[in-house]
C-alpha cells in the first residue's frame, strides 16, 4: 500500500526550513528518503529502520515514529541545492526480500 | 566510479516492437530492481532480483520480463510494446536483499512508445 506524503508541493527562500511527511497506514520495518532533481537519477539520503531513530545528513535529518507509522524529513536552512522532489520508500513487517514502495513525491523549490 | 549504468538513455518504440533495456553494476551488489516511474506516480516496482539466478514480480511486471544474466548485469525485456509503456525506467541495486540497504540508481532510460 503507496505511503501517503505531504505535502504534495513547497516553495521556500533561501534560508527557510520545511518539513515533508511521510504516512502509512501499515506496520513499517524501514523508510527510505530519496532526493530527484530534474531529469536525474534518484539518490539516496537516508534510510530509518524501527526503533524510532533520528538520522541527519548535513542539514538534513530524518526521524521516525514507529507508533504513528510516520516518517518526518526535516530540511533547515534550506539551499537552492535542495530543489528537488523527495520521496520517501517504505518497507511493511513481513514484505518480501527488502522492496520499497514509494510515495507519489514532494517537489521542493527553493529560491534566492 | 561508474556505479549502475543503463543502456540506451533514450529510445522510441513503435507499437508491437520488442527491445531490451540493459544495466550493469560494478559495486558487486546482490540485489537489482527495475522501476517504472510515471508523471504524479512515484517509483513502481516492475521486477526485482534478491540474487543471482533468482527474480520475481514486483508491483507492475504485466507486459515485461527480466534476466539477471550474472551478478552485474540485471535485463528488462518488452516482448510486445505498447503505448502505455512509455516511460522512465530505472534501474537499481543494492548491496543486500533487505531494506536496510541503500539503492542506487542508474540515470535511467526515457522510452517512448507511439
Known amino acids: 500500500q503507496q505511503p501517503v506524503q505531504s505535502p504534495q508541493a513547497v516553495i521556500l527562500r533561501e534560508g527557510e526550513d520545511a518539513v515533508i511527511n511521510c504516512s502509512s497506514s501499515k506496520a513499517l520495518y524501514s523508510v527510505h528518503w530519496y532526493r530527484q532533481k530534474h531529469g536525474e537519477a534518484p539518490v539516496f539520503l537516508m534510510i530509518l529502520l524501527k526503533g524510532g531513530e533520528q538520522k541527519g545528513h548535513e542539514k538534513i535529518s530524518a526521524s521516525f515514529n514507529e507508533k504513528k507509522q510516520q516518517s518526518s524529513l526535516y530540511l533547515t536552512a534550506s539551499q537552492l541545492s535542495y530543489s528537488g522532489t523527495y520521496f520517501c520508500?517504505?518497507?511493511?513487517?513481513?514484505?518480501?526480500?527488502?522492496?520499497?514502495?514509494f510515495g507519489k513525491g514532494t517537489k521542493l523549490s527553493v529560491k534566492p | 566510479n561508474a556505479g549502475v549504468t543503463q543502456t540506451p538513455k533514450f529510445q522510441v518504440l513503435k507499437t508491437g516492437q520488442s527491445m531490451t533495456l540493459q544495466c550493469a553494476q560494478d559495486m558487486n551488489h546482490n540485489s537489482m530492481y527495475w522501476y517504472r516511474q510515471d508523471p504524479g506516480m512515484g517509483l513502481r516496482l516492475i521486477y526485482y532480483?534478491?540474487?543471482?539466478?533468482?527474480?520475481d514480480k514486483g508491483e507492475v511486471p504485466n507486459g515485461y520480463n527480466v534476466s539477471r544474466l550474472n551478478k552485474r548485469e540485471f535485463s528488462l525485456r518488452l516482448e510486445s510494446a505498447a503505448p502505455s509503456q512509455t516511460s522512465v525506467y530505472f534501474c537499481?541495486?543494492?548491496?543486500?536483499?533487505?531494506?536496510?540497504?541503500?539503492?542506487?540508481f542508474g540515470d535511467g532510460t526515457r522510452l517512448s512508445i507511439l
Open positions: 520508500g517504505t518497507d511493511y513487517y513481513g514484505g518480501s526480500q527488502g522492496n520499497l514502495i
Open positions: 537499481a541495486s543494492s548491496e543486500g536483499q533487505y531494506s536496510n540497504q541503500p539503492q542506487h
Open positions: 532480483s534478491a540474487s543471482e539466478g533468482t527474480t
